[in-house]
């Protein structure tokens, strides 16, 4: 989810190659690591034992970008790889490492519009979202001293500072309506406006256009998280840049925050990953899956086994992209559906991930596509739906997973239903963001609105989603940051209460979120002024800030963390999503 979401429609099937991808490699031996041939936390915290964590405007060639002075040694100043468009992979797949952890979770499976165990008990799934962690979306990690939005709004008064509002303007407006429309991702528009402005100026105000694309900049861009990592990447050398991708991942999320979610009573922890994280994407070169990323499912999947809480793996950013939203990972994105090897990509991935996890209850539901905005046609919705659905199940012989998709907010004539699909042990998922309420009981009662809309948008002549679905029902996303401190906890319980009568499962977005001043997070920094990182500094500056980004001096959003612990005991009630309640 991003903070500023835009609405996704349809998107051109053609692309550039654009630059930068990971480096590929292997587990390291000494981890057991090998591969087959197939491919306020205060007081809370004191009540929880302590947890020892497990040790064409841009140079065309990155040869030719000068090296920062804060890489003393040129030699080691690695060039950014080039970034293909879904490129192939043929690696063998990564064999998981020993579990010696036991399960502490039945294993559960759909049984018509529930969720059960083997002896038909049935089970509410209640938890969080560990955002911005294996899909790095910078508004909730506060890397970067401005957000989207902001950043916009600076540039009209930027540009008449320097000089150059004319022609600013014509390259917004000749892009305005792709923008406000969603059709194309921000990155490859901003690029178009910055070209736009080059065409026909005059020599004497090259330089005024120089100094608006450079304070333009040196924001910098961020806000995707391939531009995230290559610009470290440029700035000090690729190695180093993978050298804070890892410093981050091992701070933001740790076994402290699967054990503070298992002592709120929650159950479930859904996973948003960007393929990135998974394997590499590289124009040049034979593409592997990256290490690092596996082992960081590996060790969630572990924390969930001693910690008893149930793992949803969410694909939130899909080779090519499944939207053209900065979420979603790639800087330019929306090409998953009209792109044949992203589809494959896609599906290969889901199938190493099913084979990595197999037998393993506490990895229950295998989330497809993160908000698929950007599926044009009811046929490529099902396509790209279908062949990932297989891909798993040609690992996952014996359904063992729960296999959920999305509606991306699309409309109920472009999607399909699990049932429709002929899909076995499925289940559906809406993420549902209300604008307009100003008050706890206004939230709550947009929040059923929209649960009676979208009954009514994903049904079709034979019925609403209770007959053409005829499936359990994740509200995988939703939040009451409007409220902030006023109304904003009071609003998510009462929401939380409703989706308990209604029987929808649920997750709020998101765990933990870098400010004071909402509630986006049930995590918060304890100090006003600790919400955006400046990322401008020297590589040891960075390194040293994405240190402190640990659980173990957050503190809890009261009210909200009360409201989980309290709706994560209720009573498990059947789906209900028309008739009034009781």
């Known amino acids: 989810m991003r903070r500023f979401p835009v609405t996704g429609l349809v998107v051109s099937a053609t692309l550039a190659v654009m630059a930068c991808s990971p480096r590929s490699g292997a587990y390291p031996e000494d981890e057991g690591y090998v591969f087959d041939a197939t491919g306020d936390v205060g007081a809370d915290l004191d009540a929880v034992d302590a947890v020892e964590p497990d040790a064409d405007v841009l140079p065309a060639d990155d040869a030719d970008l000068p090296v920062p002075a804060d890489v003393p040694d040129a030699e080691t100043h690695v060039p950014v790889p080039h970034r293909g468009l879904c490129m192939q992979n043929d ?172 002592a709120m009573g929650l159950n479930l922890i859904r996973v948003p990953v960007w393929y990135d994280a998974l394997e590499t994407d590289l124009a040049d070169g034979p593409n592997g899956f990256r290490p690092e990323g596996w082992k960081h499912l590996d060790d969630v999947a572990r924390w969930a086994r001693k910690h008893a809480v149930y793992l949803m793996i969410d694909l939130h950013g899909a080779p090519g992209g499944q ?141 609403r989603f209770m007959t053409r679905f005829d499936c359990p029902l994740f509200v995988g996303e939703f939040s009451a940051s409007a409220g902030n401190g006023s109304w904003g906890a009071d609003a998510t319980d009462r929401t939380l209460a409703l989706f308990n009568r209604r029987g929808v499962h649920w997750a709020p977005w998101t765990w933990k979120y870098r400010a004071t001043d909402n509630l986006w997070g049930v995590l918060h920094p304890p100090v006003v002024t600790e919400q955006r990182l400046d990322i401008r500094g020297t590589f040891d500056e960075v390194f040293a800030d994405f240190v402190k980004l640990d659980t173990t001096s957050w503190v809890e959003f009261k009210a909200l963390g009360d409201g989980l612990r309290a709706r994560s005991k209720e009573a498990v009630a059947p789906l209900n999503l028309s008739d009034p309640l009781p």
């Open 91 to 262: 690696a063998p797949f990564p064999v998981r490492p020993a579990v010696t952890e036991a399960a502490t979770l039945p294993a559960i499976h759909v049984q018509g519009r529930d969720i059960v165990t083997a002896d038909g008990t049935a089970v509410a799934l209640r938890g969080t979202n560990f955002g911005a962690w294996l899909q790095a979306e910078t508004w909730i990690s506060g890397l970067g001293l401005v957000y989207e939005d902001e950043l916009f709004n600076q540039m009209p008064a930027k540009a008449d500072e320097y000089g150059v509002r004319d022609l600013f303007d014509a390259g917004w407006n000749a892009y305005a309506g792709e923008w406000a429309l969603g059709l194309r991702s921000e990155g490859p528009l901003v690029d178009d406006i910055r070209k736009s402005m080059y065409v026909g100026v005059t020599e004497e105000r090259v330089d005024a256009v120089d100094a608006f694309w450079a304070w333009f900049d040196g924001v910098p861009w961020t806000f995707d998280e391939q531009s995230l990592w290559e610009g470290f990447g440029h700035r000090f050398g690729w190695d180093k840049s993978m050298q804070l991708r890892e410093a981050f991942a091992n701070v933001w999320i740790t076994e402290m925050d699967v054990q503070l979610v298992a």
């Open 323 to 463: 939207s053209v939203a900065s979420h979603q990972g790639t800087r330019d994105g929306g090409h998953l559906w009209a792109e044949p090897a992203c589809k494959a990509k896609a599906a290969r991935l889901w199938k190493a991930i099913a084979t990595h996890f197999d037998g393993d209850p506490h990895v229950a539901v295998l989330d497809l596509l993160n908000e698929p905005m950007t599926a044009g046609s009811a046929d490529q919705y099902r396509d790209v739906h279908d062949t990932i659905y297989k891909a798993i199940r040609e690992a996952d012989t014996d359904d063992s997973f729960i296999v959920m998709a999305e509606d991306g907010y699309l409309a109920g004539s472009i999607l399909a239903s699990p049932k429709e699909m002929g899909w076995a042990n499925a289940m559906f998922s809406i993420h549902l963001y209300p604008k307009g309420p100003t008050s706890a009981t206004g939230f709550a009662d947009q929040m059923e609105t929209e649960l009676r809309m979208a009954d009514s948008r994903l049904g079709d002549a034979s019925g």
